[in-house]
């Protein structure tokens, strides 16, 4: 739903119980009451900026381009997002709605506030309480491929351990020690894949975009292909504007590419580039081939069913 159409959650008396239970019955009417107050309050009162729940949420997945593409949908005037990760759905969830509203910037009718918190996607609860909190929230979900996602995951976690020399190798962690086999037996089937790392579990997509698509329909979730929004910005951007219902404003020319990192930033009129910070575009460590090719081999039939969920393709 377009932002401005009056159909918004307000000030709810203790709106949390809305959570408890999915509304229904007593609860339905009620919030139709105020929805229609809203309608009625919005034609009456002048158009003032005030802080407003979401209305569409970057949901994940993390490590796969959340930050670039909340950035870069910035360049669209009538898009407004908090700064920081906001968690409300998965770890802030007891400090109320009341809370998560406050974290939201103020907005006009007819602009579009969105958060992103990356980690709701493999969230148990964060779908559900979504829906409880507006049925009519536009999801947005960025993927890549899940091997470079687990590396990437990896990066993250090794850099903020590796001062203390807790993190064993990435080839360790994803598929166990390779020392004690002949390279040539060393497969998935005498290995094995550590799915239970949360690093290669968030790459299992399907079974998180499960949890989405029994929450809300498909066609309110924009998938966002995370490699392509590195080589072609503009694209990605525009077609999530239009998901927004927004008319896209993003140009090829907004972007240009750090000579360093060769990610995409944001070019200013005057051509300087404004790229992410130095947690983004991190140096990877190189990973032996022959655990690149197990876990491709472990995640092909898993990115199928994925593939076949969405009804989109990707060449992972
Ligand atoms: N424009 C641009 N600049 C820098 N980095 C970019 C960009 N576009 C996509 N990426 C990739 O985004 C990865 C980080 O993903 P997220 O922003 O989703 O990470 S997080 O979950 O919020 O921590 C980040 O992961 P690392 O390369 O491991 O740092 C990048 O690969």
Known sequence: MVVGSGLRYIELPRRDSLFLTPPSGLMKYKILIFHLIELIASAAIPNTAKKRFPDAIIVGVKKSGTR???????????????????????????????????????????????????????SKLAPERIKSLNPNTKIIIVVRDPVTRAISDYTQSSSKRKRMGLMPSFETMAVGD???????????????????????????????????????????????????????????????EKFLGLTPVAKPEDFGVDPIKKFPCLKSTDGKLHCLGKTKGRHHPEVDPLVLSTLKEFYGPENKKFYQMINQWFDW
């Open 68 to 122: 670039a593409l909340l950035e870069f949908l910035r360049i669209n005037p009538l898009i407004k997002a908090p700064g920081p990760e906001v968690h409300f759905f998965d770890k802030n969830f007891n400090k109320g709605l009341e809370w998560y509203r406050e974290q939201m910037p103020e907005t006009r009718i007819g602009e579009v506030t969105i958060e992103k918190s990356p980690a709701y996607f493999h």
């Open 178 to 240: 390779c020392s004690n086999w002949l390279r040539a037996n060393c497969t998935t089937k005498t290995r094995g894949v550590n799915s239970g790392w949360g690093a290669i579990r968030i790459g299992v997509y399907h079974k998180h975009m499960k949890r989405w698509l029994e929450n809300f329909p498909l066609t309110n979730i924009h998938i966002v292909d995370g490699e392509r929004l590195i080589t072609n910005p503009a694209e990605e951007i525009s077609a999530t």
